[in-house]
């Protein structure tokens, strides 16, 4: 139960960071870009470094090699295949039909925060070191991904405060996912090491295909170079957290 109660608070703030776009509402669009690039590079190290130096290392020791290299792989296509056709990130063309968007959008972020409250049990229940650089890991995507979405939101006609009521009610799909986790693990067995590898899959897309394209987009040499600062800071940070619970 002590470690439910864990599971359960790492949810809770994962999700109440839904509500982050109402700290947004009043600031300078410019620093808004300029803050929301760092928390990209940061949020780039942070799934790179819990997918390589956590994610992985776990599911090899819990499963085959041979099984992991293709849940992860399964875990990249997986994602794609949401991102692709169910449109389950923020359109960064501005080229999609906005008002039936913003509903797949919804549905999309549904899915994927179930698959965030299923990671975060699975990795707490794996152990407290990795759930906790989990759980830090996915804080860092959601800052920016939920600011996106906020924006997606009200550009497709919600007012503000509906906005952010829809994004909070689509983030608590994660305490369903993480319940469904912690109950049925006794019954999952080996099973565990596919949904760290899948997840690690996945956050590899999401750095690599989301994220990192973002920052290449920066042609300032200074800019450049914080980014970088910051991507490295991200992953850093996750290598500390993991060597200090260790």
Same mark, same amino acid.
């Given at each position: 139960m002590h470690i439910l109660i864990i599971i359960l608070a790492s949810v809770f703030i994962v999700s109440i960071i839904s509500l982050i776009g109402v700290l947004f509402l009043a600031m300078k669009e410019?620093?808004?870009? &300029?803050?929301?690039?760092?928390?990209? *590079? #940061? /949020? *780039?190290g942070a799934l790179i470094g819990v997918s390589f130096l956590d994610l992985l290392p776990e /599911?090899?020791?819990?499963g085959t090699s041979s099984d992991i290299f293709s849940y992860v792989l399964l875990g990249i296509v997986s994602?794609?295949?949401?991102? &692709?056709?169910?449109?389950?990130h923020h359109c960064h063309d501005g080229k999609c039909e906005v008002h039936t968007f913003t509903y797949l959008n919804l549905m999309g972020d549904g899915v994927h925060?179930?698959?965030?409250? /299923?990671t975060i049990a699975a990795t707490?229940? #794996?152990s407290i070191p990795l759930g906790t650089a989990t759980t830090l890991a996915i804080i860092f995507h959601?800052?920016?991904?939920?600011?996106g979405d906020f924006g997606i939101l009200v550009y497709g006609g919600f007012s503000k405060i509906k906005a952010l009521s829809y994004n909070f009610l689509s983030a608590l799909a994660a305490f369903i996912g993480a319940v469904a986790i912690y109950f049925f693990s006794p019954y999952i067995g080996d099973s565990i090491a596919f949904l760290l *590898?899948?997840?690690a899959g996945g956050f590899i897309y999401i750095a690599s295909a989301d994220l990192m394209p973002e920052l290449k987009k920066e042609i300032k040499f200074e800019r450049s170079i914080t980014q970088l600062a910051f991507l490295l800071i991200g992953i850093f940070l996750i290598w500390i957290i993991i060597r200090t619970f260790e």
């Open positions: 410019s620093l808004l870009n &300029r803050i929301l690039l760092i928390l990209i *590079a #940061t /949020a *780039a /599911a090899m020791d819990k994602f794609f295949i949401l991102e &692709r056709f169910i449109f389950w925060n179930f698959i965030d409250g /299923a707490f229940l #794996t959601e800052i920016p991904q939920e600011i *590898a899948f997840a």
